[in-house]
């Protein structure tokens, strides 16, 4: 149904900063919560965070609350995570979600439509 498409990663150093952009269709941003989970090599997908479909309220791993921010512009259909203050550990490919309904969620399963994910490497 719809397509997430996630850009921004890259290679930063420690303390520095990244914006990850995530491009959706019309039908799937309007419709849906959206959020940011991530995965680093031999762990779990976990999540990062949160946004209702309005944008009015917003969820944080305690690993990222303070350094991350989660945003969606609604007429660009368009999905962001900032993250600033970047350590070695946030390392991980970063992949944006759509879950149908209004209300976020921290759980992966209650997503159902994924991104190819984006990599995002922190050197210390």
């Known amino acids: 149904q719809g397509q997430l498409v996630e850009s921004g990663g890259g290679l930063v150093q420690a303390g520095g900063s990244l914006r990850l952009s995530c491009a959706t269709s019309?039908?799937?941003?309007?419709?849906?919560?959206m959020g940011w989970f991530r995965q680093a090599p031999g762990k779990e997908r976990e999540f990062v965070a949160a946004?209702?479909?309005?944008?009015?309220?917003?969820y944080y791993a305690d690993s990222v609350k303070g350094r991350f921010t989660i945003s969606r512009d609604n007429a660009k259909n368009t999905l962001y995570l900032e993250m600033n203050s970047l350590k070695p550990e946030d390392t991980a490919v970063y992949y944006c979600a759509a879950r149908w309904g209004p209300l976020a969620s921290t759980k992966k399963n209650e997503y159902s439509y994924w991104g190819q994910g984006t990599q995002v490497t922190v050197s210390s």
């Open positions: 019309g039908r799937t941003f309007s419709s849906n919560a």
């Open positions: 946004i209702s479909m309005s944008g009015g309220s917003t």
